[in-house]
């Protein structure tokens, strides 16, 4: 893969790397537990994460890229990647959930083939504490699926 010139690289986040990671891109899932990092990297340089909550289903969650680094294909990689690894381990599908009012997240995740499970809408308001601190929402969230074959 590359963005610009420079190739990138899909891998797990491992400790040495947590405090790199965290600082451009945060890591607000990153003491739940059930779950792990793929970061995109740019030689020692973080670009962006997402993260597989392993349940099951497992979830794709906590896509984000450095806004300098945007509409390079990043985001459409990370879910590959996650995707990838929900198969090797023997999971038939991969859930996630998407902000009503998220166009540019809606549309990158109906290009990467999901689709909605027919859950009702749910709205999350309060606040929600994260390893990052407390974080105020107020969202209606879609659930979405995608076969994995």
Known sequence: MSVGATAWEIRPLVLQDVERVGTVLGLARLDTGYGYYLVAWAGEEPLGHAYLALGDPPELQDVSVRPE?????????????????????????????????????????????YADTGIPPRRVRGTILLRTGPLEVDETLLTWEKPLK
Request: charged share 35%; proline share 2%.
């Open 69 to 113: 680094h945007r509409r390079r294909g990043i985001a459409s990689a990370l879910t590959r990647a996650v995707e990838r690894e929900s198969r090797a381990r023997g999971f038939d599908r991969l859930r996630l959930t998407v902000g009503i009012d998220n166009a540019p997240a809606q549309a990158l995740y109906r290009r990467c083939g």
